[in-house]
Every structure is written in C-alpha cells, then in structure tokens.
C-alpha cells in the first residue's frame, strides 16, 4: 500500500480541523468527507485494514481536485494531496478505479491526450510557416489542454513569438506529459507516457522549453526528475517567466493594452508549488493603460478552479463548475474587467460559467493583444 | 445514491427528503458515514484510533433554507427519526455526534451573510457559516464581532451559539451569548420563530438565552443577528512573570474590579508557564505568567495601559515587556496544529470552568489535588483566560502520556477522571463547563449540578420535543427510546 508512506499526515489530519474552511472541495461542498479531516479518518481506516475501498471511498478519493491549499495552510507540514495521490494508486493497483478514470487513462494511453481526440488534430487550430523545425532555439510544448481546446492560447503565443522574432519550434509528436495519470494514480502507465516525451525532447537539443501549462511545467521541473527522466541541459520556463524575459530583453515594442482593468488568478503548480507569482503580474505591469487589481484571496492562497492535471473538470463536471463560480465571483468583487490566468484548464474551467462582467484570457492572450 | 441499510424504512425516509432538499444534498454514502462519526471528542477518537465500530448517521442532509430545515424536522418528527445538528464537528464534548444513527442535518450550507448593518453595527447571517468566512467578509467592510475562538476556522456560527462558546478576546467583548441580538430557531414541531429584535427590553423573558447553550437539543438556530465592532486603531499587549499563581490571580484580579477593560488576560499556572515560557524564550523561569492587552483608539489603550502596569508594578513581579505578548497573538493559532496538540496515544481533557474571583483559585487547587491523589499517571495544568467582573474561568488541562491500551479500561479511566474532577470543581463552587458545553460528555452530572432546577430544564425540553428527536442522548436529558 503507497499510503503507508503517508502514514503521518493521515494520523494528524484525521482528527485535525484547522485547515476545513480554506480546502476548497470542503467549502463547496459543505461535506465532511470532503475535507483534509474527513479523507484522513478514511485514509486511517483502510491503513488499519478496518476499512476496504468500497465505491463510496473511492467516490471521495476522486473528489479532491488536489489544489494543495490545504498544504499551504498547514502549520504541521502535512500533505493531504500526496496522500490522496497515493491512495488513488492503491485503488488502482486493487482495480477499483472508477469507470471514468479507467476511460480518461485509456484515452490518455491511446491518443496522447485526456480527451480521446486524435492525435492528428492536435496542432490543426496553428497556423505558420515553419512550426516544425529541425533545430530551433525554443521548443514550445503547448500541452493537451492548450492544443484541443485553448489553441487561441497558443495563437497568441506564436504571435508573440514572431514579433520577439524568437527562433522556436513545435514537437511534432507531443503528447501529454504523463502528469493525469500520474494524479489519476497510474504511476507505472505515467512513467511510460513521461520517458517517452523526454526521450523526444531530449532529441530536439533546444536550450529552452516554454509551455503555458502549469501542470506540465510541475511534470518537467518536479515528476521528471524525480523518476530519473532526464531533459538533457534544457532550460524549462512557463510561458509567464518567457515573456517576463522578453520584456525585460526589450524584444517586444512598447504595449499598449486593449483592456482597462485586470485580476490575476494564481494557481497551485505555477505558484502554490512554485512560489512564480511576479513574473506573470511584472507582463501584465508592463502593459500601459492596465490596472491591475487583487483579489484578496490570491497568491499562495489564491482560490482554486481545479487545475492539477486538469482532469478534475473531466471527472467532476458539476462540482468544477461551482469551484469556477466562487472563482469567477472572488475576482468580480474586484471591479477588473478581465480575468488573467496562467493556465489552459483553469480557462476552460472557468469558461464553463457564464460571468457577465469579467473576460477570462491567458496572459498570453492580454499581451498578444497589445502587440 | 443507493441507500445501503437493512431497514426498507429509511428509503422512504431517504424519498421524502431528497423532495425536500434533492439528490445532491443528501448522503447515505460510506464516506459520508465515517466522516460524520467522530467529532472533536476523545472518546470517539480512542474507539476509531483502536478499530472498533462508531455510531452513525443513516442519513446526512444539506438543507438550504429555514424552510427546508423546517421540512426536514417535519420527516423526522412523521418518522420519530433522531435529528442530530452538525455544524463543524469541531465540538470537544461529543454534542453533534449522532449517537442514536437516524438524520444528520448538517448545517454548512446556510451560509450565506445577509445583512451588514453599518448604521446599527450588526450582522445578520445564516448559522452553518464558518466563522472566520464571517470575520473575513466583515473585515472587507472594517468590522469585526471580535469573537475569536481557537476554533475560528472549524466551527460555524451555530455551533458557538448552540455551545455558548468563547474567543481570545472576550474578557472585553463578551462571550457569543454576550454579542448575540436576535435569532432564528426551527422548532421540532416545524415551526420557524424568531426572537424579538433587540436583547434589552421588558417585555417578557429573553428566549435568545432558551437557544443559547440548548446543543440542539431544543431545535436548530437557522440565522442570527450579531453586535459588530470597528476594527480597533491598536491592539497592545504586556507581559510580567508573577511569584506564585496566586500574586498572578491577584494582579488579573484588580484590573477587573477596577473596572478596566481589557481585551485579554491569560494567567498561565506554574507548571504552563515553566513549558511556555520555555519554548517561546528558550529559558528557564518560575511562577506564573501573566499576559495582558488593550485594544481600541491609542490614546484610550495607553491610558488602561499604564493603569494595568501601574497595577502589576505594585505587586511582587518581573517585567517581561510587550514582545511576548505579541508573538503571542501572532501564532494564537499555531497551537492547534497537529504538531503541538495534544493526540493519542495520549489522553486529555479540558476542564473548562468558572467561579467567582473568591472561589476560583480553590477551584483550581481543588481539581489539582485529585489528579495528583487519585491520578498519579495525569498531569495537571492550567491557565486562567476569560475575566468577568466577578471572576473567571480556568481553562484547566489533564493529560495523561500513554492511555490504557485497552479501550474499555481507557474510557472507564477518562470518565472516571472527569467525574472526579468536576465534582471536586462544583463542590468548591465551580461549573460543569464554561465554554465547550456538555453534549455527551458531561450529560449525566447535569443533575448534580443543577439540582432540582434540573426538573425545570426537563420540562422545558418535554414541551419543546415532546417526541425527544432533537439531538437524543445529550445535555443529559433522557435518551431515544
Ligand atoms: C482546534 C479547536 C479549538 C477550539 N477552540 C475553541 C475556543 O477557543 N473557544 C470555544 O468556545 N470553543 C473552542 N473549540 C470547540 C468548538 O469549536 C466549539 O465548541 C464550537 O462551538 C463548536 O462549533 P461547531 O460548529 O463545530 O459545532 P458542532 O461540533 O458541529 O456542534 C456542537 C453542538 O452544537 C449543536 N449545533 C451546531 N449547530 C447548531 C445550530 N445551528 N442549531 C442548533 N444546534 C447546533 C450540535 O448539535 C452540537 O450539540 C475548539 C475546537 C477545536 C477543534
Ligand atoms: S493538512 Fe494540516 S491543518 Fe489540514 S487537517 Fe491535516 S494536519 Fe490539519
Ligand atoms: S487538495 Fe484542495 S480540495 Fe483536496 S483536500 Fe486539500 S484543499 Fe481540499
């Protein structure tokens, strides 16, 4: 059993109460089950082999969108998400994974992607000349989120690249980083997926790899590493630490913003895990004319919309659209106008509840329109 | 959601309330069942720590609304169903636990703020609100209740007011009970009442004070309206070590019927005071620690200052400043993490009580000799945090590092010690409880406390629930039958 690993933190969250009114699921749902408390008293129960996971547990365990703010918050150095992470394994292992999880991990397995789309689609909504390249100083891995259903996330940054005149590149055969199944607890299936992206990218020999997917950026700086998987010497940035350097660099021509006022969600893999909240607000504070305001709910205690892996909206469509709604109302409360976000899925989340008043664009899109 | 029991009787049950508050906001999941079973208490965390099966809900409802809430009283007094009130489950005495199985009605979902009052400083809002989103949405407006319990982000609304619980600083802003206007109430019959508007009048008696401290066992507080409070310009803190615990009551003591208000004063006894102030300075020191702090406009809170220090100074004592104080404030929290809390294998309770300054320190000794006579495996501590005009309570603590591996003999030996101690507390004229309530703790000594009075609070409970639904098995009223 991977829990065993976890022992500690299902011990002291299972009769500890102090991180109830900040975990996100436990606030949405009112449910005691939902929470770091309620999953550690059922964690404690299949530990002690007083408890099997049955359909109900199981339910539970796919429930926590892994926001991590629980973590945050702790003062006892506790990890309730790695904990659930593990627990899914086990039920995995124990084949018990839920109908849905097995069909988005056959999905995942077969094309590339959570969506089951083909694979040949995945780069269809681009446009350029010479997207794929032999050799290019940047590799841009877009992710699955990006490619099949933001792809006006990566339009925008093909823009911006062709005005920064930066020498870049498309992966031919990109597929998703292995990170959703590595959540949705198939280590091995993951480790399979990730190590033949790596081999791919490895083979590029590009000096610097952009990607605007959080959870993507996680698998490249924190999973790959950590199963052994090498990237060769490149250099991993998301696509806000890019543009940041674009700008400082001077590559891009003084920008004037189409919006007037914006809001900044944070998220868990860019600044909850790691701690990169400046440089998407030092793009958007070099965009004349922007106000940029903050919700009071942000940086590592920004509300979450549910991004780990962005398969939480896949499996949780209706709690996923509460989750955005408390989102989409913590930012209207600032007055902005557009909702700013670092993250394919956290957009698509959000894009699924009608907010009247707020625009909900990546960073790339804001600043792709100043250009 | 299938409803796994034996009896084909809870699916009607189940039926009729999912017409009330749908699918989604009824459970009979196992999660739901495991997750519902044990509160903050010891002994349900002991019986789920060894392995052995706890009482559980049948059922778990989310209602929305008064109405809904009204509805759901409706099912369970048709089916003489138990109705259990959750509100965080962060409750020490066992109060929210449904002991008897039947509905659990957790209360998180009325939680909606409903009015801000600027004019009159009050608020209005749902009780299943977690209290800390309260105090945050006030804070967005400069406003506070100023009700600031360790518990903040556990517990809801109706849990304090159902417990009559307390915050850190309440010795200048009251207890819940003290900043409470008006409420709401679902009786068990259905009927949805509400208290009169304002708590001072004369016309007739305050049923406000009925709800207070009735752990839902008179019905469910569904709204409530508070006091609110400007956030104070400055909040300032100082801190002396006393001789003895006795000099410390004294100097807490005479800044109370010098009527100064201050927003805390926390006495901590011999023993706390060797391990906190070892763990906060690093060093060793003897006697008992006194903290101390205003708060409102700076020049008020300067001028109550100096006439505290003024106070302390006259006494035996060594100045220990303000920097205690304030980290103190700053890390109030952090005790209640996991790392610092007490947790089995241990076995602990809080001896929460209050008496007059004239009886309180017996009290205390009164408790210490029995744990150190009759318990030689506890330990005893304590310190002294809420101050009336007329006294305070003692927030005492036995632990005990390793308790009885059995569970039988573990719980025999925690009654016992409760039982012992808080006979020794009432016979030196303390309470039962000051601010953590009775629930299924301390039930059955309700009758030793309020002797004949009792009788009067059983008569109220038969005419409220005469078909003894609400919360069955607490306060020491009679148990579901
Ligand atoms: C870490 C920690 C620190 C704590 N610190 C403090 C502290 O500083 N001060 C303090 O006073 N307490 C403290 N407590 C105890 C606890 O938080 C309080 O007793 C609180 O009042 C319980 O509220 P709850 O919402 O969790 O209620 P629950 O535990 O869910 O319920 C408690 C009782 O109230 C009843 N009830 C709940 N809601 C309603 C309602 N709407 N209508 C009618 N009855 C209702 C229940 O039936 C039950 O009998 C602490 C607890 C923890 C875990
Ligand atoms: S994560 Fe920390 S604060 Fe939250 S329940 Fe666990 S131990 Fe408590
Ligand atoms: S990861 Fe998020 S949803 Fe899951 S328990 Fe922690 S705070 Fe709650």
Not at chain 1, 326 to 345: F, H, K, Q, S, Y
Not at chain 2, 126 to 142: D, F, N, P, S, Y
């Given at each position: ?371 | ?238 801190a002396f070590v006393f001789p003895d615990l006795h000099a410390g009551l004294e100097a807490g003591r005479q ?10 004063i926390?006495l901590y006894d011999e023993?706390?005071t ?11 020191k003897e006697g008992a620690y006194l903290v101390f ?18 106070i302390c100074r006259a006494l035996p004592h060594e100045d220990l ?63 002294f ?97």
């Amino acid at each position: 059993m991977l829990i065993t690993d976890h022992a500690a933190t299902i011990e002291a969250c299972r009769f500890c109460f102090m991180c109830r009114h900040v975990c996100t699921l436990g606030v949405v749902s009112g449910k005691e089950s939902d929470t770091p408390r309620g999953k550690g008293l059922i964690l404690f129960k299949i530990l002690k082999g007083h408890a099997d996971y049955g359909a109900d547990l199981v339910d539970t365990l796919y429930r926590c969108c892994l926001c991590g703010l629980c973590e945050t918050w702790c003062k006892a150095g506790c990890r309730p998400p790695a904990a659930v992470v593990a627990a899914r394994a086990d039920i995995v292992a124990q084949g018990k994974a839920p109908e849905q999880v097995r069909r988005i991990k056959e999905q995942l397995v077969q094309t590339g992607n959570p969506f089951g789309l083909p694979p040949g689609e995945r780069f269809q909504a681009l446009e350029g000349p010479n997207l794929f390249r032999e050799r290019a100083e940047v590799l841009y891995y877009a992710g699955c989120d990006t490619a099949y259903r933001q792809p006006r996330i990566a339009q925008a940054l093909l823009k911006i690249f062709q005005a920064a005149d930066a020498d870049f590149t498309l992966l031919p055969g990109e597929r998703s980083t292995g990170k959703p199944l590595l959540l949705l607890g198939y280590p091995a299936e993951a480790r399979a997926m990730s190590g033949d992206l790596a081999e791919q990218i490895r083979a590029t020999r590009c000096r610097t790899l952009v990607t605007g997917c959080p959870s993507s950026f996680d698998a490249f700086t924190r999973d790959y590493p950590a199963m052994g998987l090498d990237l060769g010497r490149i250099e991993v940035l998301h696509t806000a630490q890019y543009l940041d350097r674009l700008l400082a660099e001077g590559r891009l021509a003084p920008l004037l913003s189409a919006a007037t006022s914006a809001t900044l969600l944070d998220g868990t893999y860019l600044g909850r895990t790691h701690g990169i909240f400046d440089p998407p607000r030092r793009v958007l504070g070099k965009l004349a004319g922007l106000d940029l305001r903050e919700m009071v709910w942000t940086r590592e205690l920004a509300y979450s919309a549910g991004e780990p892996g962005g398969v939480f909206h896949l499996l949780q469509p209706q709690l996923s659209r509460q989750l955005a709604a408390r989102v989409l109302d913590e930012a209207a409360n600032t007055g902005a106008g557009v909702l700013a976000t670092t993250c394919p899925a956290t957009k698509t989340a959000l894009a699924e509840v009608e907010q009247a008043s707020l625009e909900v664009l990546d960073v790339a899109e804001i600043l792709a329109r100043a250009l | 959601m299938p409803v796994p029991t034996e009896s084909y009787l809870n699916e009607f049950l189940y039926g009729e309330l999912v017409d009330v508050v749908g699918p989604e906001n009824v459970s009979a999941s196992q999660s739901d069942k495991i997750a519902y079973s044990c509160d903050y208490y010891w002994i349900p965390e002991l019986w789920l720590d060894r392995g052995r099966p706890l009482p559980e809900p049948d059922l778990v409802v989310h209602p929305r609304s008064a109405e809904e809430v009204s509805r759901v009283c409706r099912i369970a007094a048709n089916h003489k169903a138990p109705l259990t009130t959750w509100g965080g489950g962060s409750g020490s005495q066992g109060g929210a636990l449904p002991i008897h199985g039947g509905i659990l009605l957790d209360t998180k979902k009325l939680n909606r703020i409903l009015e801000i009052d600027k004019t009159s400083l009050t608020v209005t809002a749902e009780t299943g609100i977690i209290m800390q989103h309260l105090e945050w949405a006030l804070e967005r407006e400069g406003l506070a209740t100023m009700h600031e319990p360790a518990s903040i982000g556990c517990a809801t609304l109706g849990g304090f007011l159902a417990h009559r619980g307390t915050g850190v600083l309440s010795t200048k802003y009251g207890k819940i009970e003290d900043m409470i206007m008006s409420l709401e109430a679902v009786l068990p019959d259905a009927t949805i009442i509400n208290t009169l508007a304002v708590p001072r009048h004369a016309s007739g008696p305050d049923l406000n004070q009925l709800f207070l401290g009735s752990e839902g066992t008179f019905g469910v507080i569904t709204k409530a309206t508070l006091k609110v409070h400007p956030l104070p310009e400055v909040r300032r803190f100082h801190a002396f070590v006393f001789p003895d615990l006795h000099a410390g009551l004294e100097a807490g003591r005479q800044i109370m019927v010098r009527r100064l208000r201050p927003s805390v004063i926390r006495l901590y006894d011999e023993a706390e005071t060797r391990r906190l102030i070892r763990r906060v300075l690093g060093i060793d020191k003897e006697g008992a620690y006194l903290v101390f702090g205003f708060d409102g406009d700076e020049d008020l809170v300067d001028l109550e200052m100096q006439k505290a220090l003024a106070i302390c100074r006259a006494l035996p004592h060594e100045d220990l400043g303000s920097r205690l104080g304030e980290d103190w404030w700053d890390h109030r929290y952090d005790f209640f993490f996991p790392n610092h809390m007490f947790h089995l294998p241990q076995a602990f309770g809080t001896l929460d009580t209050v008496a007059t300054f004239a009886k309180i320190e017996n009290v205390y000794r009164a408790m210490k000799r029995v744990i150190e006579e009759q318990f030689p495996m506890a330990r005893y501590i304590g310190h002294f945090s809420h101050w009336y005009e007329w006294g305070c309570m003692l927030y005492a603590r036995f632990i005990i590092d390793q308790a009885p591996d059995d569970a039988h003999e573990a719980v025999q030996l925690y009654n016992r010690i409760w039982d012992a101690c808080l006979r020794a507390a009432i016979a030196e004229g303390g309470l039962l409880n000051e601010h953590h309530g009775i629930g299924l703790k301390l039930g059955r000594l309700m009758r030793e406390l309020y002797g004949p009075a009792f009788g009067l609070l059983e008569h109220i409970k038969k005419a409220i629930d005469p078909g003894n639904i609400m919360n069955p098995g607490k306060m020491g009223f009679e148990t579901f039958r």
